[in-house]
Structures are given as C-alpha cells and as structure tokens.
DNA sequence: CCATGTGTATCAATACAACAATACACTAGG
DNA sequence: CCTAGTGTATTGTTGTATTGATACACATGG
C-alpha cells in the first residue's frame, strides 16, 4: 500500500486534491482497493510526489465524506466497509459515461465515422 | 452563421473561452467551416449564451494567434485562408488522441474489459 | 459625416489551488 | 509513560485563472 500506488500529474488542468477522488473512486469500484486495505499516509504520498501534506488531506477528506474512506483515529485512513465489495461492470461502466459522452460529442463536431475511433480506442485498451 | 452554432456550457470545469477555440478547432477541422465563413460577432455569442463579450473576443484572439480565424477588421472574424480544406481522417482523429489516452487509462483502473466500453462507445457515436 | 457595427486593451473583482508553518488530538508500540 | 506515527484545523501567502465593466480605435454603409 505504498504511497506509488497514486499517479499525479501536477500539470494537469485537474486540480490535484480531484485527481486523487477519482482515482480512488476507479481502484475501489475496480476492487484494487478492498474494505480495510490501509491507504499511504499523508506525509508518505506528499513526499513520495512532492507536494503539500494539506492537498493529500483535502483529498482524503473528501473521500470521507463521500464514504468512500473511514478514518481510524491514530492509524489512518482505510476504504470505508460501506464498500462492501467491487461493482458490477454495469457500475463501474456508468462511471465512464460522462466521458464517453464527451468523446462521441467531439467525434461528432470532427465528422468522424465511428469506425476508425473505435479501432484507436480498441488498440488503446489492450496496451 | 447565427451564434447558435457554438455550443457552451456554463458549469463544465473547462473555462468558456477554451471550449469555444476547441469547438472551433473541431468544426474547422471538419469542414463544416471553411476558408471566408465569417463568424458570429463577439456580441452575439456573448448575447445569445448570456456571457460576457470580452470572454468570447478571449477565444477569437487565441484562434487567431492558432492561424484558425483571421480578423477582417470592421467585419469581424472569419476562417482563416490558411485553413485550405477539411483535415483528413488521420489528422482529425489525432485530435481525439489525449482523450482516448485519458478514457482507456481510467478503463484500466476501473478494470473493464474493452468489449463493454468499445460497445457502449460505439452506441453513443451512431446517434 | 455619422451612426452602427466590428474587435480589444485595460483594469478590477473574484475565486481557486497549492503551499507553508504551526499546533493539536489521537493511537499504537516499545 | 513516551515516542513516533496517524489526520486535521488554522492562518496566511502566493500565483494564477476566469470573468466582468468600461472605454477606445477602427471600418462599413448610408
């Protein structure tokens, strides 16, 4: 549960603090991260990327409040036990969707024929 | 030409004047507009969407320092003669490039098979 | 000429993200 | 007990981005 485990791109457009949400978002619907599992602490995952400990926490906290994380006082944060298990493809599909939606809008404006961006993507996700 | 071919959402994260360059950039790319077509005056756009002047003659500056529009002055904005014809295939779908790099790399962290994301995809691009 | 239409330079207001430096409350383990 | 490890509240600062309000220069067309 090494403070790796999250990648961060400072130059993002995306704040930092929303990259690590949805990141664990994806890991915990995926099942990488199970209930229990210890996350990195602050101080580990801000020094491992180089960033401020309070951006990490900012992160956290909000997974807390989405029960994504629990906080066990003195030890750290750990994935809630509301999230009882991975979810189904269904689920972890729909989180893809408003970002398909702006994939197939902007396909549209470029009057790309569904075929050849499909074959992109298709090569994409086997790598 | 009416300002009604711009499409601008107001809360998206991405800032209104970044949506219109890349919105231009997409049907410019396509061909839906070509080298002359005059664009909707910055008040116009700025009037229909109900947002400021200055926010739309931001992105018009920023197509024009790109090559995309050229300022006819007293006229307005217009496609730039620079731009000779539609992109081809290959070129429009180099656009799409960071997006599908972005998507299939949160597929990954969600875990998802590329069948089911390659299918949902493929329905959202024939509507 | 002048009314009306372009785009835009300038300055201000606001919001946001990230950082920095502390200090605090809590717990596990020796 | 006490040290070292958790997360976090607080305050302040910095840099940047976005949007807005205003006034201006310019060209067109009657």
Do not use: C, W
Not at 11 to 34: D, H
Not at 44 to 67: C, K, Q, W
Not at 107 to 126: G, M, Y
């Amino acid at each position: 549960m090494d403070a790796s485990l999250l990648t961060i791109q400072p130059n993002a457009p995306e704040p930092i603090y929303r990259q690590i949400v949805e990141q664990l978002r994806r890991l915990i619907a995926s099942g990488q991260l199970v209930t229990g599992d210890l996350l990195p602490s602050v101080r580990d995952v801000a020094g491992f990327h180089a960033i401020n400990p309070m951006t990490v926490s900012r992160a956290y906290g909000l997974a807390e409040n989405e029960g994504l994380l629990e906080r066990l006082r003195g030890k750290g944060m750990a994935v809630a036990a509301t999230q009882r298990a991975a979810h189904t493809q269904v689920q972890r599909l729909a989180l893809l969707e408003p970002q398909l939606l702006e994939l197939a809008r902007h396909a549209r404006e470029l009057e790309l024929p569904p075929d050849p961006v499909l074959r992109r993507l298709s090569k994409l996700l086997e790598e």
